[in-house]
């Protein structure tokens, strides 16, 4: 079936550095555009960085922009998101999901995996 | 990239009706026939209900409609039922390849 299974969280002290991966199955992986959207704890969610199928295009969120970096490897069907400079308010569960391709919006999402930016 | 507004809470009683708004700006719901609403229950992942303002995924209820106004979207639910009782987040395009979430409505069935 169609899946999305995130990896890669953890507790990590603020400051430091963090990947995770987000392994795709059941579809085409190369035929679709990746999000990350995280979710601080008991909090709203907040979109973080979409990826084009081909990785010829990238955004990150403001919030982000010039600490986190979102690839993908379409060999493994995996994509990634490599976050640097921790801080604090990077907390949350982070859930990669499907763009539905053409319609701005998402359509399969991972079962998250949290981040705990914490000394 | 504001986040977009919604209300906080809102509840129903089974078998009724209710709306929830989400407002943006020119720049996001205004400029773009491109919201999307998403339910979450405790300790899930989102779910997709509308995308493009009104369109329903395979599988959502035909209960569940979307409509748009100016800087506003709306999600009405029809027949409220126990299991609708959920979070739910409305999202936009925002132009140059970003998207912007609103804070979420929390719905209780009374």
């Known amino acids: 079936q169609v899946q999305l299974v995130e990896s890669g969280g953890g507790v990590v002290q603020p400051g430091r550095s963090l990947r995770l991966s987000c392994a795709a199955s059941?579809?085409?992986?190369?035929?679709?555009?990746m999000h990350w959207v995280r979710q601080a704890p008991g909090k709203g969610l907040e979109w973080v960085a979409v990826?084009?199928?081909?990785?010829?295009?990238?955004q990150t969120a403001d919030s982000v922009k010039g600490r986190f970096t979102v690839s993908r490897d379409n060999s493994k069907n995996t994509v990634y998101l490599q976050m640097n400079s921790l801080r604090a308010d990077d907390t949350a569960v982070y859930y990669c999901?499907?763009?539905?391709?053409?319609?701005?919006?998402?359509?399969?999402w991972g079962q998250g995996t949290l981040v705990t930016v914490s000394s | 990239q504001s986040a977009l507004t919604q209300p906080a809470s809102v509840s129903g009683s089974p078998g009724q009706s209710i709306t929830i708004s989400c407002t943006g700006t020119?720049?996001?719901?205004?400029?773009?026939?491109?919201v999307s609403w998403y339910q979450q229950h405790p300790g899930k992942a989102p779910k997709l209900m509308i995308y493009?303002?009104?369109k329903r995924p395979s599988g959502v209820s035909n209960r569940f409609s979307g409509s748009k106004s100016g800087n506003t979207a709306s999600l009405t639910i029809s027949g409220l039922q126990p299991e609708d009782e959920a979070d739910y987040y409305c999202?936009?395009?925002?132009?140059?390849?970003?998207?912007?979430f609103g804070g979420g409505t929390k719905l209780t069935v009374l």
């Open positions: 493009e303002g009104s």
């Open positions: 999202c936009s395009f925002a132009g140059s390849s970003t998207w912007v």
């Open positions: 059941g579809f085409t992986f190369r035929s679709y555009g």
């Open positions: 999901a499907r763009d539905l391709s053409g319609e701005y919006a998402f359509d399969i």
């Open positions: 020119s720049s996001d719901v205004g400029n773009y026939n491109l």
């Open positions: 990826i084009s199928k081909d990785a010829s295009d990238e």
